[in-house]
């Protein structure tokens, strides 16, 4: 079945970095389009970011373009989402995320950004 296990979240002060990993299995990594998402406390869930596959087109909010790099090993079936120049409003648990049929979910992996 489909598994997505999020990993390296954890609490970093403003300006910081963190970079979070999305292992994938169950399924043809490098056929599906990946994506992480995010929510905060008391907001809907959010896209934060999109990369294709083939091709590697990626896409971003706007809110982190510029600060956030979106990646995949697909010789490893793992998502990648380097953050940089991580801000308080960046505070929010991140979920990967794949579109086969339906959507599937990760657990989450909590980001706090806070000094």
């Known amino acids: 079945q489909v598994q997505l296990v999020e990993s390296g979240g954890g609490l970093v002060q403003p300006g910081g970095s963190l970079r979070l990993s999305c292992a994938a299995s169950?399924?043809?990594?490098?056929?599906?389009?990946m994506t992480w998402y995010r929510q905060a406390p008391g907001k809907e869930r959010e896209l934060v970011a999109q990369i294709t596959s083939p091709g590697g087109r990626t896409n971003y909010a706007d809110s982190v373009k510029g600060r956030f790099t979106i990646s995949r090993d697909n010789a490893k079936d793992t998502l990648y989402l380097q953050m940089n120049s991580l801000k308080p409003e960046d505070t929010a648990v991140y979920y990967c995320?794949?579109?086969?049929?339906?959507?599937?979910w990760g657990q989450g992996t909590q980001v706090t950004v806070s000094s």
């Open positions: 995320n794949v579109f086969i049929l339906r959507a599937y």
């Open positions: 169950g399924f043809t990594f490098s056929f599906y389009t």
